[in-house]
């Protein structure tokens, strides 16, 4: 019933941006926190944005502070992460995430890969 479904990854050059998006179904965006994770080779899956109910609550992690910026269109049932100045550091497959009702759910992720 809810399901996530990353799209907009892709390779871009160090400096460069991308939107990466994630479509809901099964619940609405805009009554629910929505986060975005992220996974790099032989690294621990890392929080890297969260966008409460409230779109003024928002959070980052602190390495993608003034680079990234999260948003949701509720029209469109989707929360995105637009990405700028991307560094090689930021290349991971990139996951949307649910808490709800003591349940995570994840979507199946989307590769960003940061190379010259």
């Known amino acids: 019933q809810v399901q996530l479904v990353e799209s907009g990854g892709g390779l871009v050059q160090p400096g460069g941006s991308l939107r990466v998006s994630c479509a809901a179904s099964?619940?609405?965006?805009?009554?629910?926190?929505i986060a975005w994770f992220r996974q790099a080779p032989g690294k621990e899956r890392e929080g890297v944005s969260c966008?409460?109910?409230?779109?003024?609550?928002?959070y980052y992690l602190d390495s993608v502070k003034g680079r990234f910026t999260i948003d949701r269109d509720n029209a469109k049932n989707t929360v995105s992460l637009q990405m700028n100045s991307l560094k090689p550091e930021d290349t991971a497959v990139y996951y949307c995430?649910?808490?709800?009702?003591?349940?995570?759910?994840w979507g199946k992720g989307t590769l960003v890969t940061v190379s010259s």
């Open positions: 099964g619940f609405s965006v805009d009554g629910y926190t």
């Open positions: 966008i409460g109910k409230n779109d003024r609550s928002t």
């Open positions: 995430n649910l808490r709800r009702t003591g349940m995570v759910y």
